[in-house]
């Protein structure tokens, strides 16, 4: 079946819907998913960037998939997208025709909340993350915090989303480990509502990621000088800033450095997408080549680049490999992270 349309659904009404059909076996790959739609569920609301590119990513990634499927998009979000990764795992068919598209912390939060014990993420099998995200301190610059060393020394205010979401976490773990002066004010709706709060003067801030710096108002707010690139929060310069400094010379603790692994490791999946334990091994081994055709299909990666959405892939066995070490990590580390994300008094 040639990709026609994309359809969408949203609600979790849908996510039960989905999971009624018995898998049907004695069939080749081609020909089941001839007289398949794929169902693409989306753990974040219609409209995010995370749905764009998800979005964009099907429309290529059907056309490589034997049988050339339609795809249906699905919005499955709620709680960091712990929702639809608990869906993804224990509610949706396992015969290929459903493939979800989760979110980093998935990785690692059942780890952390053992109220999110319902999604493992060793319980699914792994296809592949579309890029690596990576995190940058930026600050106005009328705020006098213009280097990375002033972050150690001069007050900055900055703003946040939710207590647990990277752009809290990271600044916070400066914070507390490398002796950094940031106020962070967590509790805005988003991207967007953080930006309108730095041009109204109530932040000074925040930490973004580094494709977040190429859309949007944060293009011009560089471009003009108004707003600066401090700090890459990793291990190494971002090549889109390779002269602005990286994280590594502030860490010479090793159980710091440690702490720090845990929360950027996860940041090299930064959109991983799996499918159910118990899909046959001949249509997990087509979607994984399905999606390696993808990274390479220059029709998507021209489509991408025209947005200035990064594609930085890496395959399925490697994001298992980030979620093993993940796991393997020693519960007193564990503690200590626990406490990063879990508001204290």
């Known amino acids: 079946m040639a990709l026609s349309h994309l359809r969408t659904l949203c609600g979790l009404a849908l996510v039960a819907a989905t999971a009624i059909a018995a898998p049907a076996f004695g069939q080749t790959v081609e020909e089941f998913y001839s007289d398949k739609d794929v169902t693409m569920i989306v753990s974040a609301p219609a409209g995010t960037l995370t749905d764009t590119i998800v979005r964009q990513f099907a429309q290529y990634y059907v056309k490589h998939i034997p049988g050339q499927p339609d795809a249906i998009v699905l919005n499955v979000a709620g709680a960091g997208g712990m929702v639809a990764a608990a869906s993804l795992q224990s509610k949706q068919d396992n015969d290929g025709s459903v493939i979800g598209f989760l979110q980093r912390n998935n990785l690692y939060v059942p780890l952390l909340d053992p109220s999110q014990n319902a999604f493992d993420p060793r319980e699914v099998t792994w296809l592949g ?73 109530e932040v000074d801030g925040w930490a973004s990621t580094v494709d977040g710096l190429f859309q949007g108002e944060p293009v011009n707010m560089l471009a003009d000088g108004t707003m600066k690139v401090l700090l890459n929060l990793g291990w190494v310069s971002h090549p889109a800033f390779p002269d602005v400094p990286n994280l590594t010379p502030y860490v010479t603790d090793p159980d710091v450095k440690a702490l720090l692994d845990f929360f950027l490791l996860p940041l090299q999946a930064g959109r991983p997408f799996a499918v159910p334990n118990g899909v046959p091994q001949d249509r997990v081994d087509a979607l994984r080549a399905a999606f390696d055709a993808t990274m390479a299909d220059p029709e998507f990666l021209a489509a991408m680049k025209a947005k200035n959405y990064g594609v930085d892939p890496i395959s399925g066995a490697e994001v298992e490999q980030i979620i093993e070490t993940l796991w393997s990590t020693p519960e007193v580390q564990l503690e200590t992270a626990r406490q990063v994300v879990t508001p204290q008094g």
Do not use: H
């Not at 009328?142 to 900055?156: E, M, N, Q, Y």
């Not at 946040?160 to 507390?176: H, I, K, Q, S, Y």
């Open 129 to 201: 993350s579309l890029d690596k995200v990576y995190y940058a301190m930026v600050a106005m610059t009328r705020s006098g915090v213009t280097t990375a060393d002033d972050l150690f020394d001069k007050p900055l205010v900055i703003g946040a989303t939710g207590f647990a979401n990277e752009n809290r976490t990271m600044p916070a773990l400066v914070n507390d480990y490398l002796g950094g002066q940031i106020k962070i004010i967590p509790g805005y709706s988003g991207r967007g509502e953080v930006y309108l709060a730095m041009e109204r003067g």
